[in-house]
């Protein structure tokens, strides 16, 4: 048998690469961080079919495990197959119709781009605005509630550009009160931070694999209330995304598994396994690690005489962001730290672009003896620089 | 140090599901199909983060074997992180602008979903239609063309729900000569049927990992001409979405290298992986074993007085619709060969449901030693039924 090809095959750009072979880092930035040993393994797992009773039955141990993890008996809370930024999205798309007011309370980077996208889904998007590095008050959050009476408030939990953590005491009580639904980026508190959906009144949330659950990245975790169905069932016309549809989604990951997409059988295998090492270690247990070490690493950076951005009460324990000294080349030595030692640490995004490091501990990497190498290599390598 | 929990932690969703363990499969269905053992082993290898020097590096090596797989040299050739559908999506959301006249050329249940997509971003939708298990002349193309005049032209190349390879001989210049984008599908012939995405004159493209490439299912190929960028650039306001918009993604995958998100480095290991062993196999060597087992499939399975949908000069060599035969309870013999044999084959879908099985031969599932485990199972397996 012959193929029936009727031009020839062009080599152009037929190069040979070899086998490939990937440094070992510790990734002590904003993410990715190293996945824990068993998810790997559980992710090279030969893929099943998508409508495997096999594979349909992990479905539901993913999305209960989600649940306990996010602290909800949300019924749609699934994994979105993208990353984190999908599923943010998928917040997005789903909750606004053309012309609803969403109000952004934007502190850090990922703020701006929740306003960005509500702006593609056509909203009418306002904005409460706060320094980088500082957390909104109830009072600031109410004031803006009654300016701008929007249908959904969308705010960050845990920014990873600035490294604080927003309290979120009363702010569903308002959202309640004003009538409007809650929007929230858990990106960087699930798993890591405690977080409760449910008790905080959070209509829907959005957050990553390779942060707090040390599950490679590709997964985008999401939930969404029965408020924010009913909005979601009553909106006229489809949803301007059909990737991201949870009307859709909604057949697959509900009772009757009508094909939607082919899923990413391996990436559920391996959050599946790194949801259940949460749920053995436990998640008072998970935040409780996450804040003693964080701890740990601040006192042992203020003593070495460094300064972080974040006041104490607002510090996220899976993200700390370090001032860089002055007169340091803050870009060179993350890569020192990099080329030299296998250690990655982040650098600053936005307003604090070139003033700040990012240090992640997150999930499997938080640990004490994580903590002593990074104690120690600041010690060592920064009076080089 | 003490936990600031301020709810109890509920455990309703705590349950204890046990380590992870995975049935084996043999994928024969429409996909996923089995993917190659390296390919597993670069996916489990410890992740980097996504600006890290070795992963840009690796970023560059999977658009050129991208660039060879689809034989194109167009600059934007990247795997969006999100499967197949995702990278549909992409095709359309970064094309069409609202009022765009597309005409969709459906000839089966993909086609059915790019009319979806395509309205959902509000173009002006026409289509032309074939009977299931058919593909389009020429004649029908142009005459399409001249009556609707659309600004694209959108079909499917392997037909995943008929098995029906679309000739493709001139539609390239057709669409030149009436000036409209050919945007086009080749989910189930990348890697596995013979496609010349430049020298046909396709301007947007997009397929999966999970077929022809023998890589786990997560990521979605795609690839824009020139021709379609400057539409792209050209466009009234903002691509209406974030996750997949192309000119946010060049900033990344271009050379700029600028954060826009957490790629998920796993599945590139794998694609970079899974593209690398086929250029060591090389093109025109996979099409041709990917041809010479399917006709093996086709004769043994005609011998064996089945009868099969598609005329044999338009059959797909990765995928083959069987009739079930009379009598014969088509899911009950499906679920039979999975659950008591460990061999996935594919039911039918949209006008096909119930009259056919789907048969794929995909990747490094396409050996003689597959088609001689179908065609026995056929044989002892089938006429119990």
Chains 1, 2 share one sequence.
Not at 54 to 82: C, H, I, K
Not at 108 to 136: N, P
Request: with cysteine; proline share 6%.
């Amino acid at each position: 048998m012959t193929s029936q090809t009727f031009f020839p095959v062009s080599q152009d750009h037929c190069k040979d690469f070899g086998k490939i072979s990937v440094p070992k880092r510790l990734l002590f930035g904003p993410g990715p961080s190293n996945a824990h040993p068993d998810v790997l393994k559980a992710l090279a797992l030969p893929p099943v079919g998508h409508l495997d009773p096999f594979y349909v039955g992990l479905m539901s141990e993913v999305q209960e495990l989600l649940r306990y993890a996010w602290q909800t008996d949300n019924r749609l809370t699934l994994p979105m197959s993208g990353t984190g930024s999908a599923a943010m999205e998928a917040t997005i798309a789903n909750s606004v119709e053309p012309g609803d007011k969403v109000l952004v309370a934007v502190k850090g980077y990922f703020g701006h781009r929740l306003v960005d996208m509500a702006g593609r889904y056509k909203a009418e998007v306002q904005t409460i605005d706060k320094k980088w590095g500082e957390a909104f008050t109830l009072d600031e959050i109410e004031a803006g509630l009654i300016k701008f009476r929007p249908a959904i408030l969308a705010m960050v939990h845990a920014e990873t550009s600035t490294g604080v953590c927003q309290p979120m005491k009363g702010i569903g009580d308002l959202c309640k009160k004003y009538d409007c639904l809650l929007l929230l980026d858990t990106v960087t508190s699930l798993g890591g931070v405690e977080l409760f959906i449910d008790e905080w009144g959070v209509d829907l949330a959005y957050s990553c694999s390779q942060k707090g659950l040390s599950c490679p990245p590709g997964l985008g975790p999401f939930t969404i209330s029965p408020r924010a169905e009913a909005k979601l069932n009553s909106r006229n016309g489809k949803v301007p995304n059909w990737y991201l549809d949870v009307s859709l989604l909604n057949k697959y990951w509900g009772s009757d598994r009508v094909y939607h997409h082919t899923a990413p059988v391996n990436m559920n295998f391996a959050i599946r396994e790194a949801l259940r090492l949460l749920s053995e270690e436990g998640l008072e247990n998970s935040w409780n690690r996450h804040l003693d070490n964080a701890q740990m690493l601040w006192e042992g950076l203020e003593n070495l005489g460094i300064e972080l951005v974040v006041d104490k009460p607002l510090r996220l324990p899976t993200l700390t962001t370090v001032l860089i000294p002055n007169g340091v080349d803050g870009k060179a030595f993350a890569s020192h730290l990099l080329n030299n030692h296998a250690i990655e640490i982040g650098v600053g995004l936005g307003d604090l672009a070139g003033k700040v490091w990012r240090i992640g501990l997150m999930g499997y990497n938080s640990t004490s003896k994580n903590v002593d190498k990074i104690l120690n290599i600041f010690e060592t390598e920064l009076p080089k620089f």
